[in-house]
């Protein structure tokens, strides 16, 4: 079982709708979550962080944690077309010097005009 | 505007050349990072550094190391490169402020084709 999971997608949206992308993770003492947004030839670059259980909007972003479930979520309202790229999920396991980002593979989004 | 920068772009070396790739950072990060990025494989940590002069493997070490002199400026060397190290190569940043150690800052990106 990989440490954080994603579905490689790609996942298909018509432009206006609502995108949800998910990602579960194994460790139970991870504290900290991040969502990164990837376009093709890109870097990453950070679009949500979330720290405690419940919902952090930010814009059309809203991401969910459930550490009970051990899952988080990205939401996208009112996806764009300019939405369309890879959305890698990021939990940070450990503390201090002992701590450790663990990647998902990233999820494909298309967003269809 | 914060700002991670690579030297390179893209480079072609030839197997068993010495490859230098530095990255300089302008947001007085004390974090710095190299990753590789290779499809189906995702992002894989090469070396950390959580502090100057410090540097710690990651997952993925073998046939690279690292120099950090200044808080600003993590170099990754490929002492000899092959062709299994064609890839593309991100180095990052962050701070270490509250859960900021996870938010990280990526360059550009340095694509490396050893032939």
């Known amino acids: 079982q990989k440490e954080v999971e994603q579905n490689s997608g790609p996942l298909s949206v018509p432009e206006g709708a609502i995108a949800s992308l998910n990602c579960t993770y194994s460790d139970r003492g991870s504290q900290s979550f991040f969502w990164y947004r990837q376009y093709s030839g890109k870097s990453p670059e950070l679009i949500m962080s979330?720290?405690s259980n419940g919902d952090k909007e930010d814009g059309r972003f809203t991401a969910q944690l459930n550490k009970a479930s051990q899952y988080v979520s990205l939401l996208i309202r009112d996806s764009q077309p300019s939405d369309s790229a890879t959305y890698l999920c990021?939990?940070?396991?450990?503390?201090?010097?002992?701590?450790?980002?663990?990647w998902g593979l990233g999820t494909s989004l298309a967003v269809n005009p | 505007d914060v700002k991670v920068t690579q030297s390179s772009r893209y480079l072609v070396k030839r197997t068993g050349e010495k490859v230098f790739l530095e990255c300089v950072q302008d947001m007085d990060h004390e974090n710095m990072f190299w990753y590789r990025q290779d499809p189906g494989l995702g992002l894989r940590l090469i070396y950390f550094s959580y502090d100057v002069k410090m540097k710690e493997k990651g997952d993925i070490p073998e046939g690279y190391s690292v120099s950090r002199e200044k808080k600003e400026r993590f170099s990754l060397i490929l002492e000899s490169a092959s062709t299994n190290q064609t890839s593309m190569y991100l180095c990052?940043?962050?701070?270490?402020?509250?859960?900021?150690?996870?938010?990280?800052?990526f360059g550009e990106g340095s694509r490396l084709t050893v032939l």
């Open positions: 990052a940043s962050s701070s270490n402020r509250d859960y900021a150690p996870g938010e990280l800052f």
């Open positions: 990021a939990v940070n396991r450990g503390a201090g010097n002992n701590r450790k980002l663990i």
């Open positions: 979330i720290y």
